[in-house]
């Protein structure tokens, strides 16, 4: 069973930046593309970026010039560099499968952006 760690959140200012980490246990994750995701309180769980297993990247038009995700399929671990970071950045972000969500979500990490 595919297991999602995700980690690296914390509390930061605005206009700050964090990196957060994905590791992913199981050898399929090199031929997945990899999204992450958000869910702010009150909200439905976003999409926010995600990455091909060729690197092919896309984001969300609300993080497009701030946030860069990437992969290293060596380590099973995709990341989020998020910089210039706003209070409305402020969720739990989580990583799983692109389109089709068909792993357990893990714990999520938080992400608070304060003003």
């Known amino acids: 069973q595919v297991q999602l760690v995700e980690s690296g959140g914390g509390l930061v200012q605005a206009g700050g930046s964090l990196r957060l980490s994905c590791a992913v246990s199981?050898?399929?994750?090199?031929?997945?593309?990899m999204g992450w995701y958000r869910q702010a309180p009150g909200k439905q769980r976003e999409l926010v970026a995600h990455?091909?297993?060729?690197?092919?990247?896309n984001y969300a038009d609300s993080v497009k010039g701030r946030f860069t995700i990437s992969r290293d399929n060596a380590k099973n671990t995709v990341y989020l560099q998020m910089n210039s970071l706003k209070p409305e950045d402020t969720a739990v972000y989580y990583c799983?499968?692109?389109?089709?969500?068909?792993?357990?979500w893990g714990q999520g990490t938080q992400v608070t952006v304060s003003s």
């Open positions: 799983n499968k692109y389109p089709v969500v068909s792993w357990a």
């Open positions: 990455i091909t297993s060729g690197g092919i990247t």
């Open positions: 199981g050898s399929i994750f090199r031929i997945n593309t």
